[in-house]
């Protein structure tokens, strides 16, 4: 099989080829989202989007219903994206689905909500957080996550012992728990940073 030949330069591509370069930059940025801010890889495939975007608007080419479907093709807000993708690094061109939620933020238990994108303890929500808080305090499981207590230190955060309730997500994978005081902290740090930022 042969390699596939380099794009030439972007100002010398034709304008169809841009349109359809552009929309495999966007997927590119989507795919690898969870790397930002600082990942390489993403962020050539943002200045990509950038530049290959310059030259269609010098051309005076709209992007707008080649967007509209290529949102239609991957379920992603791509004209979001797109926009993102020209502010960065003001807004991080996280992609949305499409409910609107990002992607890599999704909570991982509700699947309603988004976590911070400095989450430390458990790709949770707030108000899952919370959740697991009173589920810790009443001893009182919910879907999606486990209640335990265990010998094994490697299994549980360094503020527990082996009396100590721990909260994780059910998975089939190595299990490790958190104790309330790790989420009482987390939920602590995040309002202190969300305080900071606003």
Known sequence: MRDTPPLGPIGERDTESLLEDLCVALRNVGLRD???PRGDKVREHVAEVRAIKA????RSVKTDDRITRLSHET???MQ??????LEFPDSMPYVKEA???RRTLRCR????????SDAKVFWWCNECLVHGLKS??????FDGIVLFRTYNPEARCQHADSETILVAEYSSDTIYGCCAK??????????SSWATVS
């Open 34 to 36: 969870r790397d930002l």
């Open 55 to 58: 030259e269609l608007v010098r």
């Open 75 to 77: 379920n992603w807000r």
């Open 80 to 85: 979001d994206l797109l926009r993102e993708c």
């Open 99 to 101: 409910d609107g939620i």
């Open 109 to 116: 238990l509700c699947r309603t909500h988004e976590r911070p």
């Open 136 to 141: 810790i305090e009443e001893r009182t499981p």
């Open 182 to 191: 790790c989420l009482t902290e987390e939920l602590t740090r995040r309002t």
